[in-house]
């Protein structure tokens, strides 16, 4: 489960990007300026994930959602290390997280994660619980809650990462 990224530079962008659901056209015009390295797909269209990446070419880890057909070459969890942190990659279902992050925290917990990116509720939400970063993109295609269409950005510069969200319109 666990995967090892390197980027050859001291500065790079991680897109954080799920709940797609088949409908990339508004992300794509939004992601190709920012000079993403690498993206970070939380499911629900893995295939999604596949065209983005070519389409602004950066290199990308997904994971299936529970609308993802379960016969793709993919996983339902993955654990990335990326410069000192180790990132724990789910769609959320599993855990319940549209009712609460109390499983999704404790399976962070066992895995030793220092970030958890998540998606399922169509809704962005950032939280740190006991110094685990909890970071849920939103959709950039159907949000939901009131939510505006929205994915996440994770960069890393000067030894340091920041994280924000961005609004799709």
Known sequence: MSMMTNFQHKNFKVA?????HGNT??????????QIDHILFTGDLYSDAKVLSARINASFDGVL??????NQDAQ???????ADKRIYL???HRYNVKKDLSSLYYRAKEINADIVVYGHTHMPK?????GI???NPGSPS???????ASFAILEWSEGKFTHYLVQVD
């Open 142 to 148: 159907q949000p939901r809650g009131g939510a505006n």
């Open 76 to 82: 339902e969890e993955k654990v990335i290390e990326i």
């Open 25 to 34: 056209l508004k992300i794509r015009k939004v992601l190709k300026p920012l």
């Open 65 to 70: 959602g529970n609308c993802d057909n379960p």
């Open 126 to 130: 950032s939280e740190n619980i006991e």
């Open 90 to 92: 789910t769609h959320g």
């Open 16 to 20: 954080l990007v799920g709940d797609t």
């Open 133 to 135: 970063l909890f970071i």
